[in-house]
């Protein structure tokens, strides 16, 4: 059964940088069929995507991050990452890890990770 | 962006009723819309995918309709288990954008 799970901080100082792991558990990460995705969620802005990886290292981001986000993919350990420079107060959120399906056009988020908080304080 | 609106943002119904919530693009998505179902502490979870097909272990009271601009997410016969947030995304364009999500309440 296939399982992510989320792992980093919990809490990063304005102006720094943001580091999440996602490990990938009982299937390899290392698929044609996958795209792998950072998903973040707060009260305010709602469910947001963030950027994603294929296991070729090819990525794509949301513009609206301003290049302040790196994905990428280390299909040796079976994990991807997410890193976010130059964080804010605003930058808090629960940070969700998933997989999203490419054998349908529509590309759904088909399995999550259970969410980590980051709070961004000093 | 492809802006992604949901109507009602709140709904209050009880166990055994059909509720249809309703998602709407800002512009031609064709079928890339998905919808998921998030309870208070977890992760979303995929319900219908590419508008209309049920994710495998999804009950089948879920279904979805809709092509363009303008999707529904139907429960039939509400179970006590189906009382959470629903959200609606696209991924006709990138970046991937969700609704604002429409929050099921137990009359």
């Known amino acids: 059964q296939l399982q992510l799970q989320e792992s980093g901080p919990g809490l990063v100082r304005p102006s720094e940088t943001l580091s999440l792991s996602c490990s990938v558990s009982g299937d390899s990460i290392r698929s044609i069929d996958y795209y792998w995705a950072w998903v973040r969620q707060t009260p305010g802005k709602g469910l947001e995507w963030i950027g994603g990886v294929y296991y070729s290292g090819s990525t794509h981001d949301n513009p609206s991050l301003k290049s302040r986000v790196t994905v990428s993919i280390d299909t040796s350990q079976n994990q991807f990452f997410l890193k976010m420079t130059s964080v804010t107060a605003e930058d808090t959120a629960i940070y969700f890890c998933?997989?999203?399906?490419?054998?349908?056009?529509?590309?759904?988020?088909?399995?999550w990770g259970p969410g980590t908080r980051v709070t961004v304080s000093s | 962006d492809v802006l992604v609106t949901q109507s009602p943002p709140s709904l209050s119904a009880s166990v055994g009723d059909s509720v249809t919530i309703t998602c709407r693009a800002s512009q031609d998505i064709r079928d890339y819309l998905n919808w998921y179902q998030q309870k208070p502490g977890k992760a979303p979870n995929l319900l219908i995918y590419?508008?209309?097909r049920l994710q495998r272990g999804a009950p089948s009271r879920f279904s979805g309709r809709g092509f363009g601009t303008d999707f529904t997410l139907t429960i039939s016969s509400l179970q006590p288990e189906d009382f959470a947030t629903y959200y609606c995304?696209?991924?006709?364009?990138?970046?991937?954008?969700f609704g604002p999500g429409t929050r099921l309440d137990n009359k």
């Open positions: 998933a997989r999203m399906d490419s054998r349908s056009s529509a590309t759904p988020l088909d399995h």
């Open positions: 995304q696209q991924s006709s364009g990138t970046p991937i954008t």
């Open positions: 590419g508008a209309s």
